[in-house]
């Protein structure tokens, strides 16, 4: 029994693109939890893990302090909230542990369709409205360009029409919003997706051990997201074929059918998205009876 000092916290997003996605991920890991209304505390019933859910912006800090044994963040937040830390000399202030593959979107910038700046090469001077003025900042001092960064909150998108800005840099995701405002998007600074982050302090070997166990967990169910398990009969000259047409699955099982020479059952586990054309031509080649299962859990 593990007891209450020794449960791993995890902080999540308490609202937002990344919450859902984030509670689906532990509770496919296995977790069951209890959450009472209102209560900003999940605690694991059958692991010993607990989900404070709290602000995005407050995740990277929780962790750095060891407040939080892990958090679960957009990359966007870590990385400006890792510029924003006055003590970077003092060595990385967390790790990530794993990219996970959802709540992908990128930071670039948006140029005014009607205005003078339409590039990098043009922001010498200009103004720069951005959410995210430690990661603009950095990006100018690299790239040895002079200009105004000015720390917008909430729609950015709206500060060139408001006099505050010549220029912004924002999240993008499909970039409805920029084309709506009559905005252009540019360069991209970050690429984003949710990832892991884990505390640099050394945690008890109790606990690290449910830690390695539950990142086990979380790489199986990435590597199944959208894996099919395929079952067949098929012609054994059409092997070679078969698996050309899945790509990226495994070595397949061949097994033998009674009765028949010609003819085996192939199963196999497919990780790409299978359509209807790949369907139909695996039966172009000879396959019958395919049948496509999706796959919830795999230990490699």
Same mark, same amino acid.
């Given at each position: 029994?593990?007891?209450?000092?020794?449960? /791993?916290?995890?902080?999540?997003?308490?609202?937002?693109?990344?919450? #859902?996605?984030?509670?689906?991920?532990?509770?496919?890991?296995? $977790?069951?939890?209890?959450?009472?209304? #209102?209560?900003?505390?999940?605690?694991? *019933?059958?692991?010993?893990?607990?989900?404070?859910?709290?602000?995005?912006? %407050? /995740?990277?800090?929780?962790?750095?302090?060891?407040?939080?044994?892990?958090? =679960?963040?957009?990359?966007?937040?870590?990385?400006?909230?890792?510029?924003?830390?006055? %003590?970077? %000399?003092?060595?990385?202030?967390?790790?990530?542990?794993?990219?996970?593959?959802?709540?992908?979107?990128?930071?670039?910038?948006?140029?005014?369709?009607?205005?003078?700046?339409?590039?990098?090469?043009?922001?010498?001077?200009?103004?720069?409205?951005?959410?995210?003025?430690?990661?603009? +900042?950095?990006?100018?001092?690299?790239?040895?360009?002079?200009?105004? =960064?000015?720390?917008?909150?909430?729609?950015?998108? /709206?500060?060139?029409?408001?006099?505050?800005?010549?220029? /912004?840099?924002?999240?993008?995701?499909?970039?409805?919003?920029?084309?709506?405002?009559?905005?252009?998007?540019? *360069? +991209?600074? $970050?690429?984003?997706?949710?990832?892991?982050?884990? +505390?640099? =302090?050394?945690?008890?070997?109790?606990?690290?051990?449910?830690?390695?166990?539950?990142?086990?967990?979380? *790489?199986?169910?990435?590597? =199944?997201?959208?894996?099919?398990?395929?079952?067949?009969?098929?012609?054994?000259?059409?092997?070679?074929?078969?698996?050309?047409?899945?790509?990226?699955?495994?070595?397949?099982?061949?097994?033998?059918?009674?009765?028949? #020479?010609?003819?085996?059952?192939?199963?196999?586990?497919?990780?790409?998205?299978?359509?209807? *054309? +790949? $369907?139909?031509?695996?039966?172009?080649?000879?396959?019958?009876?395919?049948?496509?299962?999706?796959?919830?859990?795999?230990?490699?």
């Amino acid at each position: 029994m593990i007891d209450k000092e020794t449960r /791993i916290k995890i902080a999540i997003q308490k609202s937002g693109r990344l919450t #859902d996605h984030s509670l689906d991920l532990l509770q496919r890991c296995g $977790l069951k939890y209890t959450r009472a209304r #209102d209560q900003l505390i999940c605690f694991g *019933e059958n692991m010993p893990l607990d989900i404070l859910l709290v602000r995005d912006d %407050d /995740i990277p800090a929780l962790v750095r302090d060891d407040v939080c044994d892990l958090g =679960v963040v957009g990359l966007n937040i870590v990385e400006e909230a890792r510029l924003g830390f006055d %003590d970077l %000399d003092a060595g990385e202030p967390f790790s990530i542990a794993q990219r996970l593959d959802y709540g992908h979107c990128r930071l670039s910038f948006g140029y005014p369709e009607e205005g003078p700046v339409q590039s990098v090469a043009d922001l010498q001077g200009q103004r720069i409205a951005t959410s995210y003025p430690n990661m603009v +900042t950095d990006y100018l001092r690299r790239e040895g360009i002079a200009a105004e =960064v000015v720390e917008f909150s909430g729609a950015v998108e /709206i500060a060139p029409s408001l006099g505050r800005a010549d220029v /912004i840099c924002d999240l993008v995701s499909t970039g409805t919003t920029m084309t709506a405002h009559r905005i252009r998007e540019g *360069e +991209t600074i $970050l690429d984003s997706e949710a990832v892991i982050l884990r +505390t640099p =302090v050394e945690i008890p070997a109790e606990k690290e051990a449910w830690v390695d166990r539950l990142m086990q967990r979380i *790489e199986g169910v990435m590597q =199944v997201r959208e894996s099919k398990y395929i079952m067949m009969h098929a012609p054994k000259s059409a092997l070679a074929q078969i698996c050309e047409l899945l790509p990226g699955s495994e070595a397949p099982t061949v097994l033998p059918l009674e009765g028949r #020479d010609d003819k085996v059952a192939v199963h196999m586990v497919c990780r790409e998205t299978v359509f209807w *054309e +790949t $369907l139909e031509n695996l039966k172009s080649v000879g396959a019958s009876s395919v049948l496509v299962v999706p796959v919830e859990k795999m230990l490699a």
